[in-house]
């Protein structure tokens, strides 16, 4: 299948809420890594599509934000504004791993697009 899920992503209003619920309903290893903004909390799930939890920036409310793999973020991105989708996040680096922007479709539905460092 060409551009799959590759990576999950929670923001949400309660990090340690959301922790103890996730771990406590799944076999979920959680591992706290450095983030510029806070905490960010790893997710390793076994097999299957890995993510991570943080915060969510004010106003936005708790959601789960998939990562789809495309081989040019930019052109990605560029190619989704010109079907209706709206821009959130620009090419925006993960150093070391890649980079990703974040859109919603038309009908509001967001989703990041993910291009992996090769």
């Known amino acids: 299948m060409g551009n799959p899920f590759v990576y999950c992503e929670l923001y949400t209003s309660d990090l340690g809420k959301a922790k103890k619920f996730y771990s406590s309903l799944f076999d979920w290893k959680m591992k706290d890594v450095p983030f510029p903004t806070g905490s960010y909390t790893m997710l390793e799930?076994?097999?299957?599509?890995?993510?991570?939890?943080?915060?969510?920036p004010t106003?936005?409310?708790s959601q789960w934000l998939p990562y789809a793999s495309v081989a040019d973020v930019v052109a990605a991105t560029k190619k989704a504004e010109g079907l209706g989708a709206k821009v959130h996040k620009t090419k925006t680096e993960v150093p070391g791993f890649g980079w990703f922007s974040i859109i919603s479709d038309p009908t509001g539905a967001m989703i990041a697009l993910w291009e992996t460092k090769k």
Do not use: R, S
Request: aromatic share 0%.
């Open 45 to 56: 799930v076994g097999e299957g599509t890995g993510g991570g939890m943080l915060t969510a």
């Open 59 to 61: 106003g936005l409310p």
